[in-house]
């Protein structure tokens, strides 16, 4: 390839003119970054990145990360020269509903896009968990022997916005830490951010943060020169055993006439003006949303370039699983992330139920099971690895000197970790889990999202799940965070009654189609006999624990408050009433059954039906109806031991068995006499006349 360096300057100004003119058609966008950012990211794409546009899921090629999301007309022009399908109407079609152009890159949407990014950071934080699956994946399939995924990298582009993030810190940190060489960094210096110049708010030496958390530093003068650019990626492919961060000084909107260089072409369209004088800047006389021949004989040369030698790696690639299927047996169990058939049965059988056991005891012991059976499992907390049972115990610590470690130490870093999980879903090898206390899914709330809006098959361990934590106080006790997870699309969302309904859940979870949350406890629960056992379906969301003929009250449960409904059923049906007890361990799947299935187990007909959930009650009134009881905690919790606080706060048989008479007892009259014909709402005789038990008020029915 001819690298001449006139060449490459008018192939990043056709990225610019592209960019200016897509933003300034949908008048929405970011030009400011594409323009300033354009040099570095063709040189990377022309010479250094490898990609297949007729694969573009090819395993081995490089990931390429955009965390400034917002610079997406960066990547999208970029996909067009270098034929990955986006078409110039594409182009056109910036921002608008149904294109393949949307505001910011989108995982599965469109074709070379390696991520969905947006929330700044984001994108940085998931690449590390990107060569953290990378690395367990060659060391732990056996293709280290190959030696084919040796170059591969992951690259990022980011800008000042992703360095104040504070995920970005974490994630560095972690990635210094583990030495993971294979990430190229490209830090877009251009010191302005939306409200102006980054001075306002962000003055740190960032290159020397970096060098801190064990990164090489590349600093680059002036990134809106190929040449320099180059250099700087040359040095970088020459590992020294660290991840390599290239700081680029870069002026934001580069070529705009009166705009570069401010925050004011950062988040808006140049406006027509400008854009003509972008042009005239950049001696630009095509039609609007044209390439040159010469920079589009270039790109399509060098796209054939990737895809030949995409075809020779597949080649070798090929002929290395060939050479011993044993071996090609393992590889594909990881490339398919595949689950056995039997997979609940084995986990079950592996889960003791013969006595009492919290269920986050009963998830540790799932995933030992899990991890036998699933090699591409990995994953761990942060920092509470032996308090979430989430420690592989057949398996040593992911390390720089041991990635076919599976247990993976994130320290008390929780937006990272959960970031980086979903890097590690995306390489397309790993299962991965993460974990932390319940309370604190608060810290990972954006990379959860992010999650579900990829689809991503991440599973997260939540224990400590209510308010039972006891003397932390509440603080540490979640009341609202299960309505939050309920209120993503897209997450299923599990909370488990006893072990065998862990042992389910674990099982759904590692086959699932998108990011699956489980809720576990930290005290002991009754574990069902084997008679209620066979009723379990945790797949099916919900199902009847215990039931009585001719039922006309339904209490359900989660989590340990199937415990609970158990023990306040056995009151209840001491005044004769007849009970139907249902767990729902996910109100997500239940939702998902059909209408036919829903009835069986939730009848639309029953008037009485009673949630208890030791959490928020928001939201269960579309299964109570709207004059049902739900039972639940809409206040914060306290500090003190866990069976105080049950009494305290009403979650005992008897309380709810009480709470339950009251509520029901007080559908027909208020007023305290025992009238059955009485119809009165009022809570006191004097308000209706009630004389001797005998109701005289002007709503009495005879």
Known sequence: MNYDPQLMKLSADTIRVLSAEAIQQAKSGHPGMPLGCADFAFTLWSKYLRFNPENPKWIGRDRFVLSGGHASMLLYSMLHLFGFGLTMEDIKSFRQWGSLTPGHPEFGHTDGVDITTGP????????????????????????AESKLFDAQKIYVICGDGCMMEGCTQESASLAGHLKLDELIV?????RVSIEGDCDLAFTEDVGARFAAQNWRVIKVDNANDFCQCDAALAEAQKSDGRPTIIIGCTTIGFGAPTKAGLAKCHGEPLGEEELAGLRKNLNWELPPFSVPQSVADFCAARARENVAAAAEWEKQFQDFLDADPARAHKVYQFLGREVPADLQQKIVAGVPCDKPIATRAASGAALQVAAELV?????????????????????????????????????????????????????????????????FADYMKPAIRLAALQQLHVIYVFTHDSFYVGEDGPTHEPIEQITMLRSIPGLTV?????????????????????????????????????????????????????????????????????????GAAKILRQDGNKIRIVSMPSQELFLAQDFEYQDKVLPFDCEAIVSIEAGSTYGWHRFVGAGGLA?????????????????????????????????????????????EHCDCESDAHDHCGCEGGVCHCSDHKE
């Open 631 to 675: 039972i639940g905690l809409d206040h914060f919790g306290a500090s003190a031991p866990y069976k105080v606080l049950a009494e305290k706060f009403g979650f005992t048989p008897e309380a709810i068995a009480d709470e339950i008479i009251e509520f029901y007892s007080a559908d027909g009259c208020n007023c305290g006499c025992e009238d």
């Open 375 to 439: 090699p591409s499992l990995l994953g761990g907390s942060a920092d509470l690895g032996p308090s979430n049972k989430t420690v592989i115990k057949a398996s040593g610590d992911f390390s720089a000197d041991n990635p076919a470690g599976r247990n993976l130490h994130f320290g008390v870093r929780e937006l990272g970790m959960a970031l980086a999980a979903n890097g590690m879903a995306l390489y397309g090898t790993a299962i991965p889990y993460c974990a932390t206390f319940f309370v």
């Open 120 to 143: 700044l950071g984001s994108g940085f934080s998931s690449a590390v968990g990107m060569a953290i699956a990378k690395r367990n994946f060659v060391a732990s399939s056996g293709v």
């Open 494 to 566: 599990i909370r488990p009654g006893d072990a065998h309904e862990t042992a389910q859940a674990w099982a759904y979870a590692l086959k699932a189609d998108g990011p699956v949350a489980l809720l576990l406890t930290r005290q002991n629960l009754d574990v069902y006999d084997e008679e209620t056992a066979k009723n379990i379906d945790v797949e099916r969301g919900a199902f009847v624990v215990s039931d009585d003929e001719d039922f006309e009250l339904v209490l359900l449960a989660t989590g340990s408050e199937v415990n609970l409904a158990l």
């Open 186 to 190: 490209f830090y877009d210096c251009n």
